[in-house]
């Protein structure tokens, strides 16, 4: 316990330097696979039909049908709540929790 401690600056400052905001290391295939129909983010993306090949075409998926793909496909009920834990997820992995 006392070396996990020890370890909390090195591991905090190594979240600091990862982009929060890329997909492949938020949904990772275990995260996936844990609470979707999925294996991976991409296939969750084409099974919902949505073409997604930068930032910017993501931002323009209406908001009312990917919360609705992800409430039929997932254990959320919002694209929100799936983020929130993605998040969560990716904390406790590079803190190792």
Request: hydrophobic content about 40%; charged content about 30%; some cysteine.
């Amino acid at each position: 316990m006392l070396s996990e401690l020890q370890n909390m600056p090195k591991r905090t400052e190594e979240l600091e330097k990862t982009p929060s905001d890329s997909f492949e290391t938020l949904f990772i295939p275990s995260f996936m696979k844990k609470f979707t129909v999925f294996t991976s983010f991409k296939e969750m993306l084409v099974a919902g039909g949505f073409e997604v090949s930068c930032e910017e075409d993501f931002q323009n998926i209406p908001d009312d049908l990917f919360d609705e793909h992800i409430a039929n496909h997932t254990f959320f009920d919002d694209w929100q709540e799936m983020l929130d834990t993605a998040m969560q997820e990716y904390v406790a992995r590079k803190l190792d929790f």
